[in-house]
């Protein structure tokens, strides 16, 4: 046991993917096998890292020996906790699916581009200051828009071009935050910030620019138009990856920014945000309906959901930020789950015209069952995570007495029941199969299924994973 | 850990596991399936006899597993509970004998028997559910086990009517998690309490609650296809024949009203809700429903669609004793979720049996059908005159209680519209009788078919007659210990402050 | 044993008929129609008091014989025995048709005979409902039949169903008033209670529409036109009959006196007298039928009983001293009856056979003709009007449709502005714009 807790856990998260992602790099031969054996100890490092901080409480480690304010701390509470898993557990999944996804010719670009992604992300959620954050974000940005590429077809190029400015652009606004926030106080450390932050010209512009840039990378409406094409022309898992994580994790710094660093009074803020939220589900959702092609309509749901993650900040409220927080773990992993199975629908039909999906839809049910329970925990429809999410967004909207952002989440629902049943309705037509289908491999289906379960094993984990969500309190201390 | 913990959990696995392992048998295992199946179903009544044994003799049945803090998801098996239970359970046997027999040798039988398990799990779970949040969870469950089979044929119409479905359901489904979580801020519990929990709560939440009642009927009156909240069921009917039986008579339908009456005898209190004056709106609305339905049903020539406007009609019968406050009604509503169940699966079982057979979709085609198959029809005739409420078949039991119930709280009105009911019923039943027995044979029927030495396959014949001849012995032997209608009036009892 | 003897004896009287009903039985035992009737002759022949409860079947059914339904329950067995050989004789040549006449013909017995043996309100009322319906299958039943005699009988169904529903009411208002729903129970209950005036008019409507008593005497009228003579004989002898013995059963008689209702009564049975007469008058000039004076006779006889109802309500005690005597006229009625209507019947066969084909329903009076008029215009009214009003809600809901396009269309547009480069920078700036200045002027 000492094993356990006395290991750097923090370190092999951020080194162990790197090491994987030059190993995959100098022997392309072996990426797969080595990427699968980065992936299954990245997982085993996150769940030896669980123990110990639920044995020791919250961790702070400073790189080096050098501690705040002059070196690099990493911090460890409940939210990057469950954020590290969630990464882990889809990275594993997406491993597993990509392994079989990908031709040799792709997969040994992929494997380095995915395990460098990795790498980034968590030390993003791992790091403690506003300055590393950036550096994280930035390099994160650059691994999504290579991953997008891969694919090589002219959309798909054009679309990584547009979301390498769009990432740059966004970046570029975060930092000049970071730099007025480390004029003003001299450092960037958050704990250090959320002491001293005072309400001041400097601070509100550092906010309005952090904000506005995070924004943009997040992809809430009105900033959505980049995230559509992105999210669709990208190989399926890399889709997987786009919308369950790297979005997320753009997300997952401002929720940070925000509950510690910002100060309190920036109500105005709060409801633009929930409203544009708001705007952001509606749309989003009415824009999903109307696709034509799979993938296009699970990027727009994406945007959607990620709607639904902005109505906490108006709610202001613990249960709210948990509410939320939770739906966000519960769409990363659903959203994984579904395109996965757009990808292999479009790997056994060569197309995703939802119209023709008949065809498709009949032969691999697998496919379709993940599909389908992918959905219910978009939905919000029990018993799923999804489903825990909205219970508790409810319940927040409700204390909160602001009921109008309630009709928003029921529509929103609604929207996605129709978007998801109108694809899930094609199922049960019967069909001829007109061409020569390219066989999904078992792994492809199968990991696509499990990940899809597990959406729905969210709705029964919810005690376990609300306490940790309350380790280091970092929303706030509970009232009761 | 014990019998007492294991007991409702297994009832609900029973038939979930089934389900779960045969989504994953290949098709052409057709002998495994039947016994799984069957094996399933009967696990289930045995298991559902045990414990209304037990229930009677005292023992509670509760299983808790956390769910969020603060809430868990509760099975618990009280006397309403094993109502439903029992005439899931009992239905189920029969509608999945029906179900093979119906399917033989069609396509994607596993997705649909898989499909089906998941559906009666799904109500089993509504019936045990200990409170709101768990009855929520198996009604959201429900919605999606039912679409699959809605639209098992695949067909554009069956498309059209899944979606339709769908659109009802969900609306119902999120307005019912509005009221309940509303509910939750406001108490923080929603454990199903007999009597009711909310008589104590601070007056000046009244009018809140009042929001709160009319979101949960709402959302369960989808469901229970109220006034105007019916139009799903008549396009549901497409489904195949098994499933519309299941579909009106048990699973959906039912959840729906079940949960109506949940909502107002264990969440509100039956006197706590007529004190907030909710009910009588409640009445009234069930019996527009009842007159608007029957009305409805008297211009449908497609058999199943008739049927469908008919259980819309006499399913609010459910509501209607309900909401009408005092024991007497209270005993005809409940006692009607089994008698309903009983009556309408038999009719939907023979439609099924004359589509089947002879191809026969629509009451003009039914000319002369008692003759060439007297069995079915004699079945489809008690079913019918159950339904008008002839004695002394099971629907005049329910009729009784309600016409009494609502005398005895001075609803006399109400007397009226059970008057309408029963002659409308009549006239959109008798017509088919009519014809059926009277009329002249047109000659041959559409796509005919020969099957055996019966009137048709043993499968399809036998789960009707047992349903009719169930509906009989209901009414006959209602005062009988351990009917269903004694056991109404145990659950009654335990629902009026003395 | 002797008790044990009587029950089954008193249950066969009823219970043998049904079991005989299922096809399997009866197909394989020769003469059942008369195996059937033998209970009853048995029981009708001993003289004894005797009731049995049976409190499990329902909410508890009384079966009883005391004199007055041992006079009742002979005379219908000697009818039904009648019937039974003029049935016999007239038989289909397809077996199905044949079996499901004989069922419905065991169907119809059972109720009369238990109708007669009842000794409680629900019990009653099952069995009538029985012999109701199964009596409706027999009219209709035949292979050969004149399409008026189906229309009569639709007619005679619609006025039982609403005559069920009105005992129905009775029903429950007796229940709400007392437990015990036994006839004695229930007379002392509901003459106690506030009911009881309700109760009394609709007990003699219910079964006033039952046995065909003016004004509701149309149905009646309507199906006789058509009636072979075995039939004939048993609408007399069975439906109307036993109606007549309901209106006895139910009714308070000789324990409590209403004499608004009573005087009501019997000014009612003295209108219908008088039309009756007015209505032989008629139809002797028109069409000189023998058969429809035989059922006016009838309309006569039931107005009389009207007129003997009345007095028993406005006199209790008058009513005890001929109660007696108001069983012996219907027994007697209903012999009298039958034997009356099937000589006519016959008579009216050797006579004129050819003109039977133009008999239709035009031979009735004008005035008679208002029930089946009504009952045209309202289905034309159901059937004219309902699918416009839908075809109104059709035209409504693509207007719907073509909304939504013009909707889809407009989203899809600003879908794709959004997606431009300068549109894009320009929101994001703004927005950027928008927060900070929030924030400022917060």
Request: with cysteine; proline share 4%; glycine share 8%.
């Amino acid at each position: 046991m000492n094993l356990i807790f006395d290991t750097h856990w923090v370190m092999m998260l951020i080194l162990l993917p790197l090491f994987g992602a030059v190993a995959c790099f100098l022997w392309s031969r072996q990426a797969v096998t080595l990427g699968l054996i980065t992936a299954v100890s990245v997982l085993l490092s996150v769940i030896a890292l669980t123990l110990q901080v639920l044995e020791q409480g919250t961790l702070r480690y400073a790189v080096g020996g050098w501690g705040a304010p002059l070196g690099i701390d990493l911090y460890v509470d409940g939210l990057s906790l469950l954020m590290l898993i969630v990464t882990a557990v889809v990275g594993v999944a997406i491993s597993v699916y990509s392994s079989a996804y990908f031709k040799p010719g792709k997969a040994k670009h992929y494997w380095p581009l995915w395990m460098f992604l990795w790498a980034a992300l968590n030390s993003l959620f791992l790091s403690a200051d506003i300055f590393n954050l950036y550096v994280t974000l930035e390099l994160m940005g650059l691994a999504a828009v290579a991953l997008v590429a891969l694919s090589g077809s002219a959309s798909a190029l054009a679309a990584a071009m547009r979301y390498l400015l769009i990432s740059l652009l966004g970046s570029l606004f975060y930092l000049m935050g970071v730099a007025l926030l480390y004029h003003a106080y001299g450092t960037v450390d958050i704990a250090l910030l959320a002491q001293q932050v005072e309400s001041s010209p400097a601070v509100w512009a550092a906010i309005g620019l952090m904000v506005t840039g995070l924004l943009l990378k997040i992809a809430l409406f009105p900033l959505h138009f980049w995230l559509p094409a992105a999210h669709s022309s990208a190989p399926a898992p890399v889709s997987a990856l786009l919308s369950a994580l790297v979005v997320k994790a753009s997300f997952y710094i401002l929720l940070r920014l925000w509950l510690d660093v910002f100060p309190e009074a920036n109500l105005a803020l709060s409801y633009l945000l929930g409203l544009l939220g708001a705007s952001a589900i509606i749309w989003g959702g009415i824009q999903a309906l109307y696709q034509t092609r799979l993938k296009l309509l699970i990027a727009y749901s994406t945007v959607m959901q990620i709607g639904y993650l902005f109505l906490a900040f108006p709610l202001a409220s613990i249960i709210g930020w948990k509410a939320v927080f939770y739906l966000l773990l519960s769409h990363a992993i659903a959203k994984t789950a579904m395109f996965m199975a757009a990808g292999n629908i479009l790997f056994y039909g060569g197309h995703d015209q939802i119209a023709d999906l008949d065809r498709v839809a009949q032969r691999l049910p697998i496919t379709l069952t993940a599909f389908g329970l992918a959905g219910i925990s978009l939905m919000g429809l029990p018993p799923s995570g999804g489903f825990i999410a909205k219970w508790l967004l409810l319940e927040a909207i409700i204390l909160s007495g602001q009921w109008w952002w309630a009709i928003i989440l029921i529509a929103g629902g609604l929207l996605t029941g129709a978007y998801v049943f109108k694809v899930i309705g094609f199922a049960f037509t019967q069909a001829e199969v007109p061409h020569e289908p390219r066989m999904v491999p078992k792994r492809m289906e199968w990991v696509t299924l499990t990940v899809a379960v597990l959406a729905i094993m969210l709705g029964f984990m919810a005690p376990q994973l609300l306490a940790l969500m309350d380790l280091g309190a970092p929303f706030g201390e509970t009232m009761s | 850990m014990n019998w007492a913990f294991w007991l409702p959990l297994l009832i609900v696995l029973s038939s979930l596991l089934a389900a779960l392992v045969i989504f994953i048998l290949p098709e052409e295992k057709t002998k495994t399936r039947i016994g799984l199946n069957i094996g399933a179903a009967l696990l289930k009544i045995v298991l559902v006899a045990i414990m209304l044994w037990g229930v009677h003799s005292g023992y509670q049945f509760e299983t808790r597993l956390p769910l969020l803090p603060g809430l868990e998801l509760v099975l618990r098996a009280d006397t309403l509970a094993m109502l439903f239970v029992a005439l899931s359970a009992g239905l189920w046997l029969l509608t999945t004998v029906y179900a093979i027999g119906y399917l033989e040798d069609s396509p994607h039988r596993s997705r649909f028997f898989g499909f089906f398990g998941l559906c009666v799990t799904a109500t089993v779970g509504v019936a045990l559910a200990g409170n709101l949040i768990t009855f929520l969870l198996f009604y959201e469950l429900l919605t999606l086990a039912t679409y699959p089979l809605i639209i098992h044929r695949g067909t554009e119409a069956a498309r059209k009517a899944g979606r339709t479905y769908l659109i009802y359901t969900l609306a119902g489904g999120a307005l019912l998690l509005i009221g309940t979580v509303w509910l939750y801020t406001l108490t923080g519990t929603l454990e199903f309490t007999a009597r009711g929990f909310l008589s104590t709560l601070d007056s000046m939440h009244h009018p809140a609650l009042i929001i709160i009642f009319v979101l949960l009927i709402t959302g369960l009156g989808v469901k229970a296809a109220l006034f105007p909240l019916h139009g799903w069921l008549p396009q549901a009917m497409v489904a195949p024949a098994p499933v519309s039986a299941l579909l009106h008579a048990v699973a959906v339908v039912k959840a729906g009203a079940f949960g109506i009456i949940r909502v107002i005898y264990d969440v509100f209190g039956i006197e706590f809700s007529a004190s907030l004056g909710v009910t009588l709106p409640l009445a009234i609305v069930a019996s527009v429903t009842i007159i608007y339905a029957s009305v409805r049903a008297l211009f449908q020539d497609d058999l199943k669609r008739r049927l469908a406007f008919s259980t819309v009609s006499q399913v609010s019968y459910i509501t209607l004793g309900v909401a009408i406050v005092g024991p007497l009604a209270t005993i005809g509503g409940i006692v009607h979720l089994v008698h309903q169940g009983v009556m309408k699966i038999t009719l939907f079982f023979c439609a099924g049996n004359l589509a089947e057979t002879l191809g026969i979709h629509k009451v003009s085609e039914m000319s002369g059908v008692g003759r060439r198959m007297p069995w079915t029809m004699a079945a489809f005739t008690i079913g019918a005159f159950g339904m008008i409420g002839a004695p002394p078949l099971a629907g005049f039991i329910s009729k009784w209680y309600l016409g009494l119930g609502a005398l005895q709280a001075g609803q006399d009105w109400v007397i009226f519209v059970l008057a309408g009911s029963t002659l409308l019923n009549a006239a959109y039943f008798l017509p088919i009788l009519y014809a059926a027995w009277f009329g002249k044979s047109t000659g041959s029927w559409p796509n005919e078919r020969n099957i055996g030495r019966y009137e048709t396959s043993l499968a399809l014949l036998i789960p009707p007659v047992i349903t009719a001849i169930l509906a009989v012995l209901l009414g006959l032997l209602a005062s009988v210990p351990f009917s269903p209608l004694e056991w109404t009036r145990l659950i009654t009892s335990l629902e009026y402050t003395p | 044993m002797n008790d044990i003897l009587w029950n089954l004896l008193l249950l066969s009287v009823p219970g043998l008929p049904l079991l005989l009903a299922f096809p399997p039985l009866h197909s394989r035992l020769p003469w059942f129609r008369y195996l059937a009737v033998t209970p009853a002759i048995i029981v009708a022949l001993m003289s004894m008091t005797y009731s049995i409860e049976l409190s499990w079947l329902l909410f508890g059914i009384g079966l009883g014989i005391d004199g007055q339904a041992q006079l009742l329950l002979g005379v219908s067995a000697l009818l039904w025995i009648a019937v039974a050989t003029l049935f016999s004789r007239k038989t289909s040549n397809s077996k199905a048709v044949n079996n499901l006449i004989s069922s419905l013909f065991m169907l119809t017995m059972a109720g009369s005979f238990g109708a007669i043996l009842a000794t409680d309100l629900v019990g009653f009322f099952v069995f009538s409902t029985l012999m109701g319906y199964g009596f409706y299958g027999l009219l209709i039943a035949g292979d050969d039949l004149h399409h008026q005699t189906r229309r009569a009988a639709r007619i005679y169904l619609v006025a039982m169903i609403i005559a069920d529903v009105m005992l129905f009411e009775v029903l429950l208002i007796t229940a709400l008033v007392t437990e015990n729903m036994s006839f004695a129970m229930a007379h002392q209950g509901i003459a106690q209670s506030d009911y009881l005036t309700l109760y009394l008019w609709l007990v003699v409507f219910g079964f006033a529409l039952k046995a065909g008593i003016w004004p509701l005497h149309f149905w009646l009228i309507a199906v006789y036109r058509h009636l072979g003579s075995a039939m004939a004989i048993l609408l007399c002898g069975v439906p109307v009959i036993i109606a007549l013995l309901g209106m006895l059963r139910w009714l308070p008689l000789g324990e409590t006196s209403s004499i608004t209702t009573g005087v009501t009564l019997q000014g009612i049975g003295l209108i219908g007298l008088l039309y009756t007469c007015f209505l032989i008058f008629f139809e002797w000039l028109k069409n000189r039928s023998f058969t429809m004076i035989t059922v006016y006779t009838m309309l006569l006889a039931s107005g009389l009983f009207i007129i003997a109802i009345g007095t028993g309500l406005t006199d209790a005690t008058t009513w005890i001293r001929y109660e007696n005597s108001v069983y012996y006229f219907i027994a007697l009625l209903s012999l009298a009856l039958a034997i009356l209507l099937a000589l006519t019947i016959r008579l009216q066969q050797h006579h004129t056979t050819t003109t039977a084909t133009q008999v239709d329903d035009n031979t009735a009076m004008w005035f008679e003709r208002w029930p089946a008029t009504a009952v045209a215009w309202a289905g034309n009214i159901g059937s004219h009007t309902l699918p416009e009003w839908r075809s109104g809600w059709l035209a409504k809901v693509n207007h719907l449709g073509l909304l939504v396009c013009v909707w889809k269309r407009s989203l899809a547009a600003n879908e794709r502005n959004l997606q431009g480069w300068t549109v894009a920078i320009t929101l994001f700036l703004t927005l950027a714009a928008i927060i900070t200045l929030l924030l400022i002027f917060h």
